[in-house]
């Protein structure tokens, strides 16, 4: 012990510890077992004092022995602390992590916290008292060391701090600090750290300072820690002035607790003798402050809530402090590293950042960023070293999360903009930096990180309107990321705030200009077309942005990523998301309807997989879809047709879009505006390159364009200066695409638009006010109007150089130039054009209208007949007259003065309209004569469309009455003849192809009543041939009505002039007025017989007219001045006279006219119906033909007429006066008789009685039903009238075409032609010379066997069509009675047809027999009537004899009619062909003794010849009635005799068979009526028709038949049942002859006997 204590020898204490310390273990464990000694115990501590406390080293040797000493510790350090706890401490101070396993494993630690805990109590309390075991041992006091309670606290303090700091020492290869002891950790946070706290509560020194200071530090981050952070706070700005103090140790608060220090005998001053080391106060200065460093860094956010260390503002400004210090620790930059650190932590604290702020945290964060900088820039060569930019960064971040707005508006906003400025470039250099090649990518994570918070942390700041300094920047920032980050999330995220700055940020012009500013577009399109799916949707998002808010620079500047997106949205591997947001990024970039924006769609290749989508099934896809298409004024409903154009072609989807845009009016102006400025630029690019214009401007380009351009005026006038320059480019190939696209129509379209001035214009003459659709439609400025239609007019001009044959036909046949140009030229022609006073437009308009028409001129004469005719009917006419015509205000000037209100007529010699625009009005001539050739002309004329030109014409005609006359040149000369005198030929041509009902309808009465004596005058006195013709054309027409027709002959001068123009017409010849003259005299002939002329609707309307119409009061005047009787008297003076009717008759055969040789035939009947029947002397008929045809029964007194006018108006006039109602027309003086017609000169004219024979054959030969008609009623007609006509008829006439009429289905025709037949087939021949010719004859009886057999052989059997025609009721022909007679004459005629018989002196019935003996032959072989025929005869008889008896008026009336005779005679002709039928036919015998019982009836009633007459039989109806009565009776005979007699029906006769008794009663009854006393004295004493009656009556055949059937037994038994007895009693007394008389005697007798 001694030798230990004293080291003696020397050495001796090392080399036992070193060399033999397993020797000094085993001495110490031997010693131990003797511990209960004191000495022993002091002896091991000693040792182990004198061995380990001083020469312990920590070799791996000693392990076993230090572990020893460690068992030892328990026992030791409560009996020798002052001795042995330094032993301990240096065990482990030295030992390290060697001794602090074993030691924790011995639960020293927690003896040593027992102890601590006692001298902190004791420390607490102030006392100084010994434990308690040494109280009881009462030992001495010991003398030697002694230590305070506050001395062994140090200690323990010292020895916690050597165990806190074991290990550190042993660092790694990479020089990172020591490992941390977890179960030390956890002791000194559980059982440790409220002794500690509490040590510092009570005034601590500066070793415990430093000792607790370091313990805290070593558990920093342990939770325990956080409630004691406020006492630790507290503490330390008590405890450590030189600390938290600005002034540091200089202070005054560190200044006295040092003094106290020394006072204690601590520190510098302290005593010799010192029971620990201590430091010296600067390097322990040091050890605090880095301990409180290392606090701060680690605890000083603690706790989360309330941090007690950051939250003060001691330990803010300590922090601030801060700075690179070499001698604080190894690396000199630790301290800025926690003030990063520590400032990081606090920024992130929310509630504290308001605080801190007012603590100068942005000056601080200001001052440390400038200091990291500098940091950074000398250890960039250091590796392992932590990067301090990013705890800066975080600090602004977390501001901005927090407290962004304030960090904005802090002071004048200035540090805060800079701070985040900062930490913006700071942020992108750590990344830059962390991706280099030299670092290896150490700490990327960490950069990355930083990028997105601090992106997000300044996103939240970007929607405010103080976010302005920094909008550039951060716009650039985070485009740096989006472009270039390595990360996806962190791109995406960078879009993300990039989207939220330009759609909710202020002033996102900023943005898009930093854009401007930056490469990022190519960029953008990778990522776009990029096979990430979310980094091309977030891209997608910020462009989409940038176009809509960046401004239209950016959206112009993101324009070539188009087709980028469109090859993405067509990639099949992109999703449905991606394609979605490619879809609404291309809507946002190509909505625009801007040039920039069309330019760049226009150039994309296809857009068709965005239209796709409008297919998709989900609604969002197919919304983009139709947004996009509403934005060009479209729909989905288009789709189909969008889509299909587009496949073609970008551009012509865009065109054709434009062309249907259904946007407001300027937007869809607009648009089409800027697509023709992106063709014209092309058009001009390609006609300034190589390939020249040709290669752009395609067929399908062009279709494509034109609608589009026909949408607006301007477009259109745009579209026509580029066509017309390729007319100025010599550009052919354009204009043959032009052509063959179709688009000529489409120029002649444009000739149809107006401008406004025009349309307000028009309205100022018409009235009203243009419609807004019209006005919208219209051009703005005429000039441009007219500039475009004049260059389309060289184009269509040039079209026609180029394409002359297809042009016309097109243009004809699709009606081009009729549509478009007639409001064109109609215009220009009717109203004051805008502008004309200006002498450039009134030029360039008049060559506008002179080259449409020279056009227009072409193209109607180049086409065929037949298109010129569609030309026609699509109103060719029209267009021309516009032209030439004067404008509607003139014309009504014009038309006014043909009857003006005043009575006036004053001369207008002004004819000045007709040289406006000669050039054009001569070209318009020239077209309407060529298309006069044909009758479609003339048919459009008639039109009731069309009756303004009609009008006009005569408003004209009658305004150039005069110069029409002065002005006249001759044919001959073609240069003589001027304008005026053209166009008049041209109007009275049209004119005259109207009807006089059109004339009523539309010219008015009046004034046809005005213009007839020009046409008079023209006809009778102009040069012009063609006008003369017309002229006569009108005149005549116009004469077909009474009224007019009489104001012209009722004037003397006027009927002379007519009786000229006559003269004149039949002096120079023209075939083409025959028709014309012939229906002239027609017309006065029928006005002077009273005939109608007109149709009955037309004469009412010429009535009524006269009646209303005030302007017709001349020519009511006239009519009541006996204005028809002078006229009729002038008309037979002057123009109803034989020579011209001869002359006319005559050339209607030579040179011949079927109109006229037609009305010539109706001429002919005329006047022979009205035939003049007196008798004619000899002086007379010498004379006739130099007489007047029209003999009439009073001459028309002129004076006496007026008077009786005069008189009848006076009348009239008091009539008004009184109110009644007056008609004016019904004082007109008129004829009671019509006059009658001398036909001598036409009788005793065997030239005109040929030539009306072969105008009769030529008529019938006509397919003209008219014609036809007349010809068979002439021909029946005159060939019994003129014998030179019988002579040339049967020749010309042809009898087949006569039996060919009977077929037809026409009654009036099957009337003429069966009239003729019944004529020519019952007419005998007169003895004559050129009768008798054999030839004659023979023609004669052909054509009679031609008759005869062909209307017996029509039908579907012999006579089917005569039954079908008798069977047919009445269907309204005017002599339908007549008609069926002569059918039922020629059944009579065909059955037995007349003889061919020569002409002689023979009696009638007595033909001369030939020279064969024979007799003559019938003219014609008819087969038998069939017998069905019979009873229809028969029921026809007793239907006529129905209708006269039911038309008697007491007992007066007709019972004989043709009618009647011919029916009987047909019937009587038939039954000897059917002999039995007809005796066995009821009908036929009551038919037959119907005319037997009626001549009875009238003996027997004494009825007087007078009261059968017919009143149509007039004068002759005497005889009439006689010839009838006669050939009935006769007739009648003949059926019975030739059926019963014939059929030997009376010996076969049974009275007991039908109708036998009837039979058999009449039979008595008749002769019991006629075999009498009285019928006896009539026969010698009655008058001549009684006496006829008895001699032609059947009563001697009635007396035969009965006497036949009596001859048998039982019908005498029968006879005498029904009266038979007295009829043979009468015949027995009163028979004819003898043997009558004898034989009714023998019957008697043999009557007597069968009775007996």
């Given amino acids: 012990q001694i030798g230990f204590l004293l080291d003696h020898p020397e050495g001796f204490c090392a080399y036992m510890l070193q060399k033999e310390h397993e020797l000094l273990g085993k001495l110490l464990e031997q010693m131990n077992a003797y511990s209960e000694s004191g000495t022993v115990k002091m002896g091991i501590v000693v040792i182990l004092t004198q061995t380990v406390g001083t020469f312990y080293k920590p070799l791996a040797e000693l392990d076993e022995f230090a572990l020893r000493v460690l068992d030892l510790s328990a026992s030791l350090l409560e009996g020798e602390f002052v001795l042995f706890f330094p032993v301990l401490h240096q065990l482990a101070l030295l030992g390290g992590k060697r001794i602090k396993a074993p030691l924790l494993a011995r639960q020293l630690h927690m003896r040593v916290a027992r102890l601590l805990e006692k001298s902190v109590f004791q420390l607490e309390t102030g006392e100084v008292k010994r434990e308690a075991w040494e109280v009881e041992n009462e030992e001495p006091e010991e003398t030697g060391p002694c230590l305070s309670s506050r001395q062994k606290l140090q200690w323990m303090l010292a020895f916690f701090a050597a165990l806190a700091s074991a290990g550190a020492l042993s660092t790694d290869s990479k020089g990172s600090g020591h490992d941390q002891d977890l179960l030390f950790d956890a002791f000194i946070c559980v059982d440790l750290l409220p002794l500690l706290v509490r040590i510092l509560r009570k005034d601590p020194q500066m070793m415990e300072t430093i000792s607790v200071c370091f313990l805290l530090s070593s558990v920093a981050r342990s939770p325990c820690l956080v409630p004691h952070m406020p006492d630790v706070l507290r503490l330390c700005e008590k405890q450590l002035p030189a600390l938290i103090e600005p002034d540091g140790a200089e202070s005054t608060r560190a200044k006295g607790l040092a003094a106290r220090s020394a006072a204690e005998g601590l520190g510098p001053g ?80 929310k509630d504290k950042q308001r605080a801190a702020m007012d603590a100068e945290l942005l000056e601080i964060l200001q001052k440390a960023e400038a200091e990291i900088t500098e940091d950074s820039g000398m250890t960039d060569e250091v590796e392992n070293t932590a990067d301090l930019r990013l705890p800066w960064v975080s600090c602004v971040v977390s501001l901005a999360l927090h407290s962004g707005p304030i960090l904005l508006q802090r002071g004048d906003g200035s540090l805060g903009v800079e ?167 291309f809507v946002v970039l190509t909505k625009e309807r801007t040039e920039e924006v069309l330019d760049k769609v226009i150039e994309m290749p296809d857009i068709r997989p965005f239209l796709g989508l409008a297919r998709s099934t989900q609604s969002s896809r197919r919304e983009l879809v139709l947004k996009w298409l509403e934005a060009y004024g479209s729909s989905l409903y288009e789709i189909d047709e969008v889509s299909e154009v587009f496949g073609a072609s970008t551009l012509r989807g865009l065109l054709h879009l434009a062309a249907r845009s259904t946007l407001q009016p300027a937007d869809s102006q607009d648009l089409r505006r800027i697509m023709f400025g992106l063709v014209q630029r092309r058009v001009d690019t390609w006609r300034a390159s190589l390939f020249g214009v040709k290669e752009f401007l395609s067929e399908i380009l062009i279709t494509s364009l034109l609608p589009m351009c026909e949408r607006q005026p301007d477009l259109v006038a745009a579209a026509a200066a580029l066509f017309h320059s390729c007319i100025s480019n010599d550009e052919i190939e354009v204009l043959e695409r032009f052509w063959s696209g179709g688009h000529f129509g489409w120029v002649c379209q444009r000739m149809a638009s107006k401008s406004r001035a025009q ?73 004051a054009w805008p502008l004309r006073e200006t002498r450039e437009i009134e030029e360039s308009t008049d060559s506008a209208l002179i080259l449409a028409m020279q056009i227009f001129a072409r193209v109607a004469s180049d086409v065929n007949k037949e298109l010129q005719q569609k030309l026609v009917q699509q109103g060719a006419m029209g267009l021309c007259l516009t032209v030439i015509l004067p404008n509607p205000q003139e014309q009504n000037k014009m038309r006014a003065a043909i009857c003006p209100a005043d009575g006036s007529e004053a001369e207008d010699t002004d004819t000045s309209e007709a040289l406006v625009l000669p050039l054009a009005r001569l070209v318009a001539g020239a077209v309407a004569t060529w298309l006069m050739q044909h009758t479609d002309a003339f048919r459009w004329f008639i039109d009731r469309r069309t009756k303004h030109y009609s009008i006009a014409m005569y408003s004209q005609l009658h305004h150039w009455r005069a110069a029409v006359m002065e002005q006249q040149g001759s044919i001959s000369a073609p240069t003589s003849v001027g304008p005026l005198e053209k166009y008049a030929t041209l109007y009275l041509t049209l004119i005259s192809s109207l009807t006089v009902e059109w004339g009523l309808e539309h010219v008015e009465l009046a004034h046809m009543g005005v213009m007839l004596p020009v046409f008079l005058e023209i006809w009778s006195r102009h040069a012009n041939i063609v006008m003369k013709h017309h002229a006569l054309r009108l005149f005549s027409n116009y004469c077909q009505i009474h009224i007019l027709y009489v104001s012209i002959m009722a004037q003397m001068p006027l009927a002379e002039s007519v009786a000229s123009a006559m003269h004149r017409t039949f002096g120079t010849w023209d075939i083409r007025d025959l028709r014309y003259v012939l229906r002239l005299l027609i017309a006065a002939l029928s006005h002077a017989l009273s005939i109608p002329v007109m149709p009955s609707h037309v004469s009412t309307t010429v009535v009524q007219t006269l009646k209303k119409q005030p302007n017709c009061a001349p020519l009511v005047e006239l009519l009541q001045d006996g204005g028809t009787l002078r006229a009729n008297a002038a008309a037979a003076k002057y123009l109803l006279l034989p020579k011209f009717l001869t002359q006319v008759i005559s050339w209607c055969e030579h040179p011949g006219d079927p109109f006229s040789r037609t009305w010539a035939l109706w001429l002919v009947l005329t006047l022979f119906a009205h035939e003049d029947k007196l008798k004619p002397s000899s002086a007379d008929v010498k004379n006739d033909e130099d007489d007047l045809v029209l003999v009439f029964s009073e001459a028309a007194d002129e004076k006496h007429l007026m008077r009786r006018a005069k008189l009848l108006r006076e009348q009239q006039a008091a009539l008004a006066k009184a109110g009644e109602k007056i008609d004016p027309l ?196 008819c087969e038998a009537p069939p017998a069905a025929l019979l009873d229809k005869l028969a029921y026809e008889i007793i239907k006529e004899e129905q209708r006269l008896k039911s038309e008697q008026v007491d007992g007066k009336g007709p019972l004989f009619s043709p009618m009647l005779c011919h029916l009987l005679y047909s019937l009587a002709v038939m039954v000897p062909l059917h002999p039995k039928v007809a005796a066995n036919s009821a009908s036929v015998r009551g ?138 009693h009468s015949l027995s007394r009163y028979g004819e002859s003898a043997q009558i008389r004898q034989q009714a005697t023998m019957l008697l007798t043999k009557l007597a006997v069968m009775q007996a």
């Fill in 1226 to 1421: 019904s004082v007109a003086a008129s004829s009671s008789k019509p006059p009658r017609c001398r036909i001598g000169w036409l009788r005793n004219s065997p030239m005109l009685g040929a030539t009306l024979a072969h105008i009769a054959g030529k008529s019938l030969a006509m397919q003209w039903k008219t014609a036809q008609r007349l010809a068979a009623v002439a021909g029946g007609r005159l060939f019994y009238e003129l014998l030179q006509f019988q002579q040339i008829a049967v020749e010309s006439m042809d009898g087949q075409l006569i039996v060919r009429l009977l077929n037809l289905p026409d009654k009036m025709l099957n009337l003429a032609a069966v009239f003729f037949i019944t004529v020519l087939s019952s007419f005998h021949l007169s003895l004559k010379a050129e009768n008798i010719a054999g030839e004659f004859l023979k023609r004669f009886y052909d054509m009679s066997a031609t008759l005869i057999e062909g209307i017996a052989s029509c039908g579907d059997g012999p006579y089917d069509l005569i039954a079908r025609w008798l069977h047919t009721p009445s269907d309204g022909l005017p002599c339908e009675l007549d008609f069926r007679s002569m059918l039922a004459f020629m059944i009579g005629q065909c059955a037995c047809p007349p003889l061919a018989v020569v002409p002689s002196l023979e009696l009638e019935g007595q033909a001369p027999e030939t020279a064969d003996g024979k007799g003559a032959p019938p003219v014609a072989e």
């Fill in 419 to 585: 701070l985040l400025l900062s930490a913006m470039r700071l942020a992108e250099e750590i990344l830059e930096e962390s991706s280099t090649a030299r670092t290896g990518g150490r700490d990327l994570h960490l950069a990355l990180e930083c990028q997105q918070a601090l992106s997000s942390a300044i996103g939240r700041l970007s929607t405010r309107l103080d976010f302005g300094p920094l909008r550039a920047q951060y716009t650039l920032y985070l485009l740096g990321i989006s472009c270039s980050a390595p990360v996806l999330n962190l791109r995406t995220s960078a879009c993300e705030h990039l989207v939220s700055l330009l759609s909710q940020g202020y002033e996102p012009t900023v943005p898009g200009a930093v854009f401007l500013k930056t490469p990022c577009l190519v960029s953008f399109r990778q990522m776009v077309q990029g096979p990430m799916d979310e980094l091309a949707i977030s891209c997608t998002r910020v462009m989409q942005a940038l176009a809509e808010f960046g401004g239209y620079d950016v959206h112009v500047h993101l324009l070539p990523n188009l087709e980028g997106i469109m090859a993405s949205l067509g990639d099949p591997n992109s999703n449905a998301q991606r394609c979605l947001q490619l879809a609404e990024l």
């Fill in 759 to 831: 349309l307000y214009a028009q309205c100022a003459v018409n009235g009203g006010e243009p419609s807004k659709g019209a006005v919208t439609k219209a051009w703005q400025k005429h000039a441009d109007l007219t500039a475009a239609q004049s260059m389309f007019l060289r184009l269509v001009w040039k079209l026609f150089d180029m394409f002359p044959n297809e042009l016309s036909v097109k243009a004809v046949k699709n009606e081009y130039l009729m549509k478009n140009w007639s409001d064109y030229l109609t215009y220009y022609m009717h109203y």
């Fill in 270 to 349: 302290a005593g010799s003798w010192e029971h620990l080391a201590l430091p010296h106060t600067d390097r322990a200065n040091v050890a605090i402050r880095r301990s409180f460093i290392h606090l701060i860094g680690n605890a000083g956010f603690v706790p989360a809530q309330n941090p007690a260390l950051l939250a003060a503002p001691k330990v803010l400004e300590f922090l601030a402090r801060l700075k690179i210090d070499a001698d604080l620790f190894e690396d000199p930059a630790a301290p800025l590293h926690t003030k990063a650190y520590c400032l990081a932590q606090l920024c992130a604290l």
């Fill in 1487 to 1624: 038919s037959a003794f119907a005319q037997l019982m009626k001549v009875q009836n009238i003996v027997a009633q004494s009825v007087q010849p007078q009261a059968l007459y017919d009143p149509a039989d007039g004068k002759r109806a005497k005889l009439f009635l006689y010839v009838k009565a006669t050939a009935s009776i006769r007739a009648g005979l003949q059926i019975i005799t030739s059926s019963w007699l014939a059929a030997d029906f009376g010996s076969r006769f049974a009275i007991t068979e039908e109708g036998g008794k009837d039979f058999i009663q009449y039979c008595t009854k008749h002769i019991n009526q006629v075999y009498n006393n009285k019928t006896a004295l009539t026969r010698v004493l009655g008058t001549p028709w009684e006496r006829m009656m008895l001699s032609q009556g059947p009563t001697s055949t009635i007396a035969e038949l009965l006497l036949i059937v009596c001859s048998n037994d039982a019908n005498l038994k029968e006879v005498s049942k029904l009266g038979g007895e007295p009829a043979l």
